[in-house]
T-cell receptor, first 114, second 115 residues
Framework: EPEVTQTPSHQVTQMGQEVILRCVPI?????FYWYRQILGQKVEFLVS????????KSEIFDDQFSVERPDGSNFTLKIRSTKLEDSAMYFC????????????FGPGTRLLVL | AQKITQTQPGMFVQEKEAVTLDCTYD???????LFWYKQPSSGEMIFLIY??????QNATEGRYSLNFQKARKSANLVISASQLGDSAMYFC????????????FGKGITLSVRP
């Protein structure tokens, strides 16, 4: 069964460093999303992406964040200068689209900023 | 107001019994979708079931069913014949403002299945 994959599974970085989180969505899906979950808290939406454009973003997704689909398979989230409060689990999700189209999540990347 | 409310404390259920996990929601959008996800201790988010606001029947997916009461704005998840592997955190989520828009999640409910 097709699934969303994410790399790395864990990343430790120093405050101020740039990180790139990578995702390979399900191959025929058209809509892509990033969410994050701070430890013990609820899942929060960051950004959605369709047709090579950001379609929606949250207040969390400020100028330090960017997304890219560099080729036909990868979808990346870049954090330019990490802060301590960026420590969280980051989930990529993809959807075929349409009213009944569920968002399927990847296994997540656990980011720890020291 | 909270968009998705999950207020139950940690839930416990005996193996092979049924359990209901509560979810209430708040929206003014007439067209919305409701989702349940399971998050085991390993951390991944697993899609379980979907209910559309215009669906006439309650959604079912194997041992999972959704008790959708539109007037009360509730979308409770029912798990029948609980298994030890059902022990996890369960999140209710809502999608509004378009078929491909973001999901808004509740705080989640921890379910523990006792042998």
């Amino acid at each position: 069964e097709p699934e969303v994959t994410q790399t790395p599974s864990h990343q430790v970085t120093q405050m101020g460093q740039e990180v790139i989180l990578r995702c390979v969505p399900i191959s025929n899906h058209l809509y892509f999303y990033w969410y994050r979950q701070i430890l013990g808290q609820k899942v929060e939406f960051l950004v959605s992406f369709y047709n090579n454009e950001i379609s929606e973003k949250s207040e969390i997704f400020d100028d330090q964040f960017s997304v890219e689909r560099p080729d036909g398979s990868n979808f990346t989230l870049k954090i330019r200068s990490t802060k301590l409060e960026d420590s969280a689990m980051y989930f990529c999700a993809s959807s075929l689209g349409g009213p009944a189209g569920a968002q399927y999540f990847g296994p997540g990347t656990r980011l720890l900023v020291l | 107001a909270q968009k998705i409310t999950q207020t139950q404390p940690g839930m416990f259920v005996q193996e092979k019994e049924a359990v209901t996990l509560d979810c209430t929601y708040d929206t003014s959008d007439p067209s919305y979708g409701l989702f349940w996800y399971k998050q085991p201790s390993s951390g991944e988010m697993i899609f379980l079931i979907y209910q559309g606001s215009y669906d006439q029947q309650n959604a079912t997916e194997g041992r999972y069913s959704l008790n959708f009461q539109k007037a009360r704005k509730s979308a409770n998840l029912v798990i029948s014949a609980s298994q030890l592997g059902d022990s996890a955190m369960y999140f209710c989520a809502m999608r509004e403002n378009g078929a491909n828009s973001k999901l808004t999640f509740g705080k989640g409910i921890t379910l523990s299945v006792r042998p």
